[in-house]
């Protein structure tokens, strides 16, 4: 079942991440509303995942990645100062979690814009 092949790996994968959410104390319901917001975020919905992410938060409200997410979503968006909030409230909630990434960059200003957001 979870040897080589088709499928092994990725079943191995998820079951490790589920594995480490439980250790976090990451209730399902916001495991699910995480899932959905990157489905969103992925689609280039951000605006919807952002409602996903903040109602994991609701349930969850250490949960990191969400935070993270939640972060890269206003990004996205060019809401750059939220972004930044939302980044330093994730590094907070779990230190470790940009330890095998750096830490997001944003800028200061929109691309293109004269300081008006």
Known sequence: MFGKGSGGTVLWGEL????WLYMKGIPIDAQYLYRKGM???AGGRDEVAL????QALVIAPGY???MH??????ANLGRYDKARIIYEKAR???????????FPQVPEKPV??????
């Open 16 to 19: 490790k991440m589920m594995d």
């Open 39 to 41: 489905e969103m975020k």
């Open 51 to 54: 409602r996903y992410f903040r």
């Open 64 to 66: 990191a990645k969400a």
């Open 69 to 74: 997410e939640m972060g890269n979503s206003y």
């Open 92 to 102: 907070k909630a779990d230190p470790l979690l940009y330890a095998n990434m750096p």
């Open 112 to 117: 293109g814009s004269a300081g008006i957001v």
